[in-house]
């Protein structure tokens, strides 16, 4: 039973639109959510997070929002840009632990110029 | 800062045959984190220590799979007798502590094809 849900396994969105990236999951327990990038042949790097007492952060292109009564998050990148066509993971826990850490299956975004 | 370093990167086995994954923590990171990925499964969990100390090795698999951290830097994943559906790709990932919600470093992975 996947607890955090990528529900599309690909997007692919034009040179300088934006790309909404979306994440379901179904423990009401998870209370710290992240979403990471990967590229081919290299391992997932840490892009931003939201705590469940936030519905928003930004940092730069990027936004996480989370709508916990819908138990979904989504990540808005705004302007994409073809260095940002990646597989994107969202990542849930709680407690404060990264031992209970669950990854989505990720979603691989290709921008194409 | 190197980053979180593993070797091999791609690693060929036959059935049967001993495999070692390393991995070097990042300095001054406390917490080492195993993962596999699979098309299938995505990623998993499959031990994690704080301090050298193994915390959670539920996500191991089966009793061929053993992890150790000789020292604060350093550690080691192995399979013994490895098998084709054992083929992966293995992340190890150092964070500052487990228990805080700082960002997980992974390594670039190793590739292990079990023929």
């Known amino acids: 039973d996947q607890q955090v849900k990528q529900n599309s396994p690909s997007l692919s969105v034009q040179e300088g639109r934006i790309s909404i990236l979306n994440c379901d999951y179904t423990?009401?327990?998870?209370?710290?959510f992240l979403w990471y990038k990967k590229y081919p042949a290299e391992g997932p790097t840490f892009l931003i997070s939201?705590?469940?007492?936030?519905d928003k952060n930004e940092d730069g292109r990027f936004t996480v929002f989370l709508n916990k009564s819908a138990k979904h998050l989504s990540l808005h990148i705004v302007p994409s840009q073809p260095g940002d066509s990646a597989v994107y993971f969202c990542?849930?826990?709680?407690?404060?632990?990264?031992?209970?850490?669950?990854f989505g299956k990720g979603t691989k975004l290709s921008v194409k110029p | 800062d190197a980053g979180v370093i593993q070797s091999p990167r791609h690693e060929v086995t036959e059935m049967g045959q001993e495999v070692t994954l390393r991995c070097k923590l990042i300095?001054?990171?406390?917490?080492l984190f195993w993962y596999r990925q699979t098309m299938m499964r995505g990623l998993e969990l499959l031990i994690y220590?704080?301090?050298?100390?193994?915390?959670?090795d539920s996500g191991m698999p089966e009793d061929r799979f053993s992890a150790k951290m000789p020292n604060a830097s350093f550690s080691t994943l192995k399979i013994q007798p490895s098998e084709p559906r054992d083929s992966a790709v293995y992340f190890c990932?150092?964070?500052?502590?487990?228990?805080?919600?700082?960002?997980?470093?992974f390594g670039n992975g190793t590739r292990l094809t079990v023929t």
């Open positions: 423990n009401s327990m998870f209370d710290y």
């Open positions: 939201i705590s469940s007492i936030k």
């Open positions: 990932a150092s964070s500052f502590s487990a228990e805080t919600n700082s960002p997980l470093h």
């Open positions: 220590f704080n301090n050298n100390v193994p915390i959670d």
């Open positions: 300095s001054g990171h406390n917490s």
């Open positions: 990542a849930a826990s709680y407690g404060g632990s990264q031992g209970n850490l669950i």
